[in-house]
């Protein structure tokens, strides 16, 4: 009797083992899957698209993996406990180190997720009806997917259109007024290019002009950022902006956080 509950408790110590590795096997894989895409795309192995298409396969079972290996890890910490089975505590963690590694791979491009009612444009300006143009940075996107006129897109019937949803979208993003002089804005907005990391193309003080690239991090996406300032006829200075990407239809929100990034530190 003594050696056959020696034997079912061998087994069920197997078990949970078995458990508790493939719970942190998935976890770990599903996670390791989720960053293939990036590095496949910072590596210069694959394009967006297809580093999109690993996060869609990530996220269709992320949360899944995430929900099994928690209650597994529930699971064996009761049974071993109650079992008296020895390392229970340890298997557990492991399956919980399993959830977690799931979780994060679908909470991270969660995070990402634009809040509802974001327009899928990617051209924003803080004066719509009178855009920045690209001088500099023009040769830079003689082969990007996207043009360089503003409001003219696929699905967009018009430029108006455009405007109206930029402005519904956001309405924060309009011209900045300031009291200082336009030399002491333009030297502002240049340490602030620095700071954010941006990539600067031309910078001309007598014009007031700054054009400059950001890179995303994740996918390398490359959106390009032109900056004007100039004399405010009532005094001080007024800052134009104009942040424009690449490629895909929709920026997901990213130029409209870009500019309001940017404005927060001048």
Request: glycine residues 8%; hydrophobic residues 50%; charged residues 15%.
């Amino acid at each position: 009797m003594n050696s056959e509950v020696v034997a079912n408790g061998s087994k069920l110590s197997l078990s949970l083992k078995i458990l508790a590795w493939l719970s942190l096997l998935a976890g770990v894989g599903i996670g390791l899957f989720a960053l293939a895409g990036p590095i496949a795309v910072w590596l210069g192995m694959a394009n967006f698209q297809l580093g999109f298409g690993f996060l869609r396969i990530v996220n269709s079972w992320a949360d899944w993996i995430a929900g099994i290996s928690l209650v597994i890890a529930i699971g064996i910490f009761v049974v071993a406990r109650q079992q008296q089975i020895p390392a229970g505590q340890k298997l557990s963690a492991l399956a919980f180190a399993g959830c977690v590694a799931a979780f994060l791979s679908w909470y991270v491009p969660e995070t990402f997720r634009p809040p509802e009612g974001t327009p899928a444009i990617h051209d924003i300006a803080t004066d719509p009806y009178a855009p920045l143009e690209y001088i500099a940075i023009a040769p830079l996107r003689a082969d990007a997917a996207n043009n360089m006129d503003y409001g003219v897109m696929p699905g967009i019937d018009s430029v108006q259109q455009h405007i109206d949803m930029q402005v519904a979208a956001y309405p924060d993003i309009v011209p900045q007024t300031f009291s200082e002089s336009p030399d002491v804005i333009f030297e502002r907005a240049l340490a602030a290019v620095e700071a954010l990391g941006w990539e600067l193309v031309s910078a001309d003080a007598t014009t007031g002009r700054i054009e400059a690239t950001d890179t995303t991090f994740w996918f390398r996406f490359k959106d390009d950022v032109v900056v004007e300032v100039s004399a405010d006829p009532t005094g001080g200075a007024i800052l134009n902006a104009r942040s424009l990407s690449r490629v895909g239809r929709s920026d997901v929100g990213k130029n409209a956080a870009r500019l309001r990034e940017f404005f927060a530190l001048l």
